[in-house]
C-alpha cells in the first residue's frame, strides 16, 4: 500500500493533522535507536488559540459551535404584558479549542539539555494568525539557544516560514518543499534541501553535538510508513487541490494518477 507519488504525497494536505501526528510519532521512533547512550528523543508540544476568522483559513477542526435553546432576556416578560413583540433570535455559543502541534525534541539523559530540535511544519505555522506567530517565536528562541534546528516543511500552502534569511534559495529554485537545517555550533549557517514534488524525499543527515556525527532522518520512509499505517489508500484523488498544483506539474501529476487508476 504506497502512494502513486514517488516522493510527497500533496493530497495528504487535506488531512495533515492525523499526517502530522503520525510523522512526529514515527519520526521519533526511527531516530530513537540510532541516538548516542545518553540523548532521547521526546515529543512535545506547543498550545495556542487561534480566533474563528484564522480558524477558517487554517482548516483544522477545533471551533466548536453549539446551538442553544435561548431567547433574548424579557422578550417573553414583554409579550406577556401586551408590548412590541421584539425578533427572537437562535443563540450560538463558539467555543475556540487550544490548538495542540508535536515537535521532537533530542536532549541528554542528564539535566535535560535540548541538543537538536525537529520540526515539521503545518499549514496553520504558514498561513498567519496564532499559529505562525508561535511558530516563529518558538523558532526564534531555538536559534538564539546552542540546540540545532531541523525544520522540514512538506506543505504547500501558505507562506515560507523556515529559517531562510531573504529566503534567496526559495526564488532561486521555486522548489515544491524544503528542509534546512541550523546546526547550534554554527549560528549562521543554514545547510537547504529544495523539494520538487517529482522526486524521492530525501534522506536527512540530523546534526546533535558538535564533533558528534550526524544520524539519518529517511524522509520518504517516514513518509512510506505513515501512508500505510494512516491506510491513505482511500484518498479521493479526483479532487481539486487547495492550492491548485503548478502549471508544470499538471501534466505529469494527471499521467501519474490515471497509471495509478489502470492498476
Wanted: hydrophobic share 40%; aromatic share 6%.
Amino acid at each position: 500500500m504506497k502512494s502513486p507519488f514517488p516522493g510527497m504525497d500533496p493530497y495528504l494536505e487535506r488531512q495533515w493533522g492525523d499526517v502530522h501526528h503520525s510523522m512526529i510519532q514515527y519520526a521519533r521512533d526511527m531516530l530513537q535507536p540510532a541516538l548516542p547512550a545518553d540523548l532521547r528523543a521526546r515529543v512535545e508540544e506547543r498550545v495556542y488559540l487561534e480566533c474563528e476568522s484564522e480558524l477558517r483559513c487554517v482548516i483544522v477542526p477545533d471551533l466548536h459551535v453549539a446551538e442553544v435553546r435561548s431567547a433574548v432576556e424579557g422578550v417573553a416578560a414583554d409579550r406577556e404584558r401586551g408590548g412590541t413583540a421584539v425578533a427572537e433570535p437562535v443563540v450560538f455559543e463558539v467555543r475556540e479549542e487550544p490548538i495542540t502541534e508535536g515537535y521532537i525534541e533530542i536532549r541528554q539523559r542528564e539535566g535535560g539539555k535540548v541538543v537538536t530540535i525537529v520540526e515539521f511544519l503545518s499549514p496553520a505555522n504558514k498561513l498567519g494568525g496564532a499559529g505562525r506567530q508561535k511558530y516563529l517565536q518558538n523558532q526564534e528562541e531555538a536559534l538564539r539557544w546552542n540546540a540545532s534546528l531541523v525544520e522540514i516543511d512538506l506543505v504547500r500552502a501558505g507562506q515560507a516560514t523556515v529559517a531562510l534569511p531573504g529566503q534567496d534559495l526559495l526564488r532561486k529554485y521555486r522548489p515544491d518543499y524544503v528542509a534546512c537545517i541550523s546546526p547550534g555550533w554554527k549560528r549562521n549557517r543554514r545547510e537547504a534541501y529544495p523539494i520538487s514534488l517529482r522526486d524521492r524525499l530525501p534522506v536527512l543527515p540530523i546534526p546533535l553535538r558538535e564533533n558528534e556525527g550526524r544520524i539519518i532522518l529517511d524522509l520518504q520512509e517516514l513518509l512510506d510508513h505513515v501512508y500505510q499505517a494512516g491506510r491513505y489508500d482511500d484518498t479521493d484523488y479526483g479532487i481539486e487541490l487547495e492550492p491548485p498544483l503548478p502549471a508544470e506539474h499538471a501534466p505529469w501529476v494527471a499521467k501519474l494518477l490515471k497509471l495509478n487508476r489502470d492498476k
